[in-house]
């Protein structure tokens, strides 16, 4: 699945908007959804999460700035799949994840979200996340 170039403006307008935003209260407020939707997932991460904020944060970055490149980075996020199943990772953790995400856009974005936005952002995770899920089964 392509995302359109509707689309991939529509990602990238609304990553800009919370660039202006701390990237570890973005973080944080993702985490703390996370975690208090699926307290079981807590167990997964570190204590100390400000490493993970980071991580989180870096990688939005860089799939962002590379939106229009997905398909070349197939197999990198194929491989990320494949070593998060050594953290304890299941399929059906990225659901809940997509959740907590778009939740924490939307409360960060406010009147910036619109449906649009939102399954602009649904798209994306979708694509990831489905190959990731097919980097776990190799």
Same mark, same amino acid.
């Given at each position: 699945?392509?995302?359109?170039?509707?689309?991939?403006?529509?990602?990238?307008?609304?990553?800009?908007?919370?660039? =202006? /935003?701390? !990237?570890?209260?973005?973080?944080? #407020?993702?985490?703390?959804? +996370?975690?208090?939707?699926?307290?079981? @997932?807590?167990?997964?991460?570190?204590?100390?999460?400000?490493?993970?904020?980071?991580?989180?944060?870096?990688?939005?970055?860089?799939?962002?700035?590379?939106?229009?490149?997905?398909?070349?980075?197939?197999?990198?996020?194929?491989?990320?799949?494949?070593?998060?199943?050594?953290? =304890? /990772?299941? !399929?059906?953790?990225?659901?809940? #994840?997509?959740?907590?995400? +778009?939740?924490?856009?939307?409360?960060? @974005?406010?009147?910036?979200?619109?449906?649009?936005?939102?399954?602009?952002?649904?798209?994306?995770?979708?694509?990831?996340?489905?190959?990731?899920?097919?980097?776990?089964?190799?």
């Amino acid at each position: 699945m392509q995302l359109t170039t509707e689309q991939v403006r529509l990602i990238r307008e609304t990553w800009e908007i919370l660039r =202006g /935003v701390n !990237p570890y209260l973005v973080a944080d #407020v993702f985490y703390r959804r +996370l975690f208090m939707e699926h307290p079981g @997932l807590r167990r997964l991460f570190p204590d100390e999460m400000d490493q993970q904020y980071g991580k989180l944060m870096d990688m939005l970055n860089m799939l962002v700035e590379r939106l229009d490149q997905l398909d070349d980075l197939a197999d990198d996020i194929a491989d990320l799949g494949r070593r998060h199943v050594h953290y =304890g /990772v299941k !399929p059906e953790y990225y659901n809940a #994840v997509a959740r907590a995400l +778009l939740w924490t856009l939307e409360q960060a @974005l406010e009147d910036s979200w619109s449906r649009e936005a939102e399954q602009a952002w649904t798209d994306c995770y979708l694509q990831l996340a489905g190959q990731m899920q097919a980097g776990m089964s190799h």
